[in-house]
């Protein structure tokens, strides 16, 4: 981490593909010095997810650039298109399916990027999505798959 890094391009984001989308993190404590904001903008292949989940210690905006997201907050439901957003406080269940047949773009903006450490070493995020009633919630929608 360069302390004095201020500015970071796309060029140089750092990739990291994961189950659920390919991401390429623009602020994280090992790229600039960024003590309370995560930022990574996520690309999600058409008919892919996050199911539902959630971060113990970490609130969440999700915004919408590109797309259309089938945004979870709790048991609450929204189509979210470019320039739209959900704010998920900490410890609140949610998930982000894309059942369409564009890719979905969004920021996912998390605070605070530093935990304490009794916090740090709890698993984030925790995966929900075979229990009650996340298992069950969608049954009526069309189904999702992740990467891998």
Known sequence: MNPDRRFVQIADALREPNAWTNNEWLCRPDLVAAEKLLLVRANMDPMHCHPFHHHPHREEIIYVLYGRAEQWVGTERRILSAGDMA????????????????PLV?????SPAKLPDAQASVADPQDVSTQEPWASIRKNLPACKTRF
């Open 106 to 110: 969004f920021l996912a903006i998390l």
């Open 87 to 102: 704010h998920i406080p900490a410890g609140t269940i949610h998930a982000t399916y894309n059942p369409h047949s564009e």
